[in-house]
């Protein structure tokens, strides 16, 4: 329905009438607070941003377009493994009809063999983001990869470009003996960036080596000397939580699921297209338990296993992430009530 504005004002601020567009089911509270949010956008004020974080199968895909839905909002998507295409099943992307119901960004935005990493997010969606404030659009930041989501509302640090040759002799190395190999490196020269990365993810653990033998720094202490102290942003953080078991139950049917929906002919289609077992997105969760499995290193029984147990340490490894950030709010699944209240008074705050 179309709503005919008055003139109105915010303290000593007066807006001329206005034509903004709004669902029937959106109620007078949440037109207050859409109206302040065109009112600081007009004005240069920070932006305010909505972000919902949370581990994987914990339902935020569901929680996020019901919100942005009730607030004409658009979702931007902070997921490490949703920007590839191709990459459906095991990435447990936003349905086509949940994508239809709200926009989605950052999701289907390189090829899996495709470069990608936090910088490079974070300039794609803050171009997102400017994009939608000046439309006067509410943007909402979801997803579970936390180094995405702090990149984009706080910057990332100027780390050194890639070195060729730096570069090839670890991969070289990795090939022959195993990332493992190169994580136990990593601890002696950086434990601390080590504790963050798993000893199979052979390309961020590659990457902190190349930073310290390029610069003699480690990649955490420079990660600490940025600070990341850029705020452009008006945040609000929520985040989703469940108890361990229930969660774990939920990843292990949603693993299930993925089989049944096929990602064993998902990872079969990809390796028959070209795209190597090596490739970072090939490595990840689930792809690379099913190519194990294709290619006779793992019985089938043992890679069903293997994934549900590490999805569930992902999981851990995500929560344990985000509980170091000290300004989400913390709801349930299903809150949604007190999930609107909560964005409703940070749209409606400092008038």
């Not at 931007?76 to 992307?93: F, H, V």
């Not at 100027?158 to 022959?176: I, N, W, Y």
């Not at 601890?187 to 653990?205: K, L, T």
Request: aromatic fraction near 8%; glycine fraction near 6%; hydrophobic fraction near 40%.
């Amino acid at each position: 329905m179309q709503i005919h504005l008055p003139n109105f004002k915010f303290g000593h601020l007066e807006f001329d009438q206005k034509q903004i567009s709004f669902k029937k089911s959106v109620d007078r509270q949440r037109k207050d607070a859409l109206y302040f949010f065109i009112y600081m956008t007009s004005m240069n004020i920070k932006p305010k941003i909505i972000v919902l974080c949370g581990s994987t199968g914990i339902g935020k895909t569901h929680t996020a377009t019901t919100l942005a839905r009730m607030y004409n909002g658009e979702i931007i998507g902070a997921d490490s493994m949703q920007i590839y295409r191709r990459m459906d099943i095991g990435t447990a992307k936003p349905t086509a009809e949940e994508q239809a119901s709200v926009p989605h960004h950052m999701i289907d935005v390189v090829e899996p063999d495709e470069p990608f990493d936090a910088a490079r997010y974070s300039a794609m969606a803050r171009k997102i983001m400017t994009n939608l404030c000046q439309r006067q659009i509410i943007p909402f930041i979801v997803g579970g990869t936390g180094l995405y989501i702090r990149a984009l509302i706080h910057g990332i640090f100027p780390s050194p470009p890639s070195d060729p040759a730096v570069r090839g002799r670890l991969k070289k190395e990795a090939g022959t003996c195993g990332p493992a190999f190169l994580h136990r490196r990593l601890c002696a020269c950086d434990p601390e960036a080590a504790g963050r990365i798993h000893p199979n993810d052979a390309f961020r653990i590659i990457r902190a080596l190349e930073v310290y033998q390029l610069t003699g720094l480690p990649l955490s202490l420079q990660q600490a000397g940025h600070g990341f102290v850029e705020q452009p942003y008006t945040v609000l953080k929520t985040g989703l939580h469940l108890d361990r078991e229930i969660l774990y139950k939920r990843i292990n049917h949603r693993v299930d699921a993925m089989i049944s929906q096929g990602l064993v002919d998902e990872v079969r289609t990809l390796l028959a297209a070209g795209y190597s077992p090596e490739l970072k997105s090939m490595q990840s969760i689930g792809y690379r338990h099913m190519i194990d499995y294709l290619e006779n290193r793992l019985a089938w029984d043992e890679a069903v296993r293997t994934l549900k147990r590490d999805t569930r340490r992902y999981a851990k490894r995500q929560m344990t992430w985000l509980r170091g950030d000290t300004e989400i709010h913390w709801f349930e699944p299903g809150r949604i009530n007190s999930m609107q209240q909560q964005i409703t008074a940070f749209l409606n705050a400092d008038r």
